[in-house]
């Protein structure tokens, strides 16, 4: 792919999104490169999967290309791609995990026969927890949202929140204990 | 409860953080470059299904439309009084009773609502 004109890497980020939401398909180009580590990232912590995490990771990149002359704040392009993403791991999520709304109490701690040979996986570990905790852990963690914040992405009640980011990392901690152990 | 975060997990967090160098970039763009062309094409196609209907249906739908405005206009009851009849003409016709109709129905709605 060639590389963006000066003004588009050197730009600043509101302006960039400006030109995008003027359908500059290089302006969008510098938007993509200059947050997929972000967004990968994310969907990695959320997924488990890096190639499922690539794959809603370039889809969150379309439905922003798609809806990008909707963002009526430029300034807010990051916040508003964040929500976008978090919308579409629910939706993906909801259509394929059934243990959604599983209790984590439900959940089995991991067997640390299963897990000799394996080295500490955070994205493993998180896999394990039910959708709804993970997003909360991930979005308190990788995101550093406070309650307030996830509470306003995600629709979740301020209670239910605060059980997932208070029992999700306990759950976290011990998973990841006992793959310590195993290994 | 406090939003203190766990020091351990938090750590874990950030050293999870990667760096990519791949061509995510260029896939990402080639999907937004094909779902252009898709939507350039199916706008290309809809224009003309428009043209294609509008140059068949032409000839039918304005003698539809004729015949449909003559006969909107068809007196209900002869008046012999050419005054009478001058004044009764916004409802003494097919379009005055569909009129009134629709207004008798409007105001049965917001009765019911």
């Known amino acids: ?183 | 409860m406090t939003e203190e975060r766990d020091p351990l997990l938090e750590s874990l967090f950030a050293e999870a953080q990667q760096d990519f160098d791949d061509d995510f970039v260029s896939t990402c763009m080639d999907s937004v470059r094909r779902r252009s062309r898709r939507v350039f094409a199916s706008r290309v196609a809809i224009a003309v299904l428009v043209v294609a209907f509008e140059l068949a249906l032409d000839a039918p739908l304005k003698n539809s439309v004729g015949a449909l405005a003559s006969a909107m206009g068809t007196s209900l009851y002869e008046f012999d009084n050419e005054w009478l009849a001058f004044l009764m003409t916004p409802i003494n016709s097919i379009a005055g009773l569909v009129g009134l109709l629709l207004l008798g129905l409007h105001a049965l709605y917001r009765r019911i609502t």
């Not at chain 1, 997929?36 to 912590?45: A, F, S, T």
């Open chain 1, 1 to 183: 792919m060639p590389e963006a004109p000066g003004y588009y890497t050197e730009g600043p980020e509101a302006l960039v999104v400006n030109l995008a939401t003027r359908g500059d398909r290089d302006a969008f180009a510098e938007l993509v490169r200059r947050r997929q580590p972000w967004i990968r990232n994310l969907m990695r912590r959320l997924c488990g999967s890096p190639e499922l995490a690539d794959d809603l990771a370039q889809r969150v990149f379309l439905l922003a290309w798609r809806k990008i002359r909707q963002l009526r704040q430029p300034d807010r392009f990051g916040a508003w791609l964040k929500r976008i993403a978090i919308n579409e791991w629910v939706q993906h999520n909801r259509k394929r995990t059934p243990d959604w709304v599983a209790d984590i109490d439900d959940l089995p701690l991991p067997a640390r026969a299963a897990a000799i040979d394996e080295a500490i996986d955070l994205d493993r570990a998180l896999d394990e927890l039910p959708g709804p905790v993970r997003l909360c852990i991930v979005l308190n963690y990788h995101e550093r949202m406070s309650h307030g914040e996830i509470v306003e992405s995600t629709g979740l009640r301020l209670g239910t929140v605060k059980s997932h980011i208070r029992r999700g990392s306990k759950r976290l901690r011990e998973r990841l204990s006992a793959y310590g152990e195993s290994a």
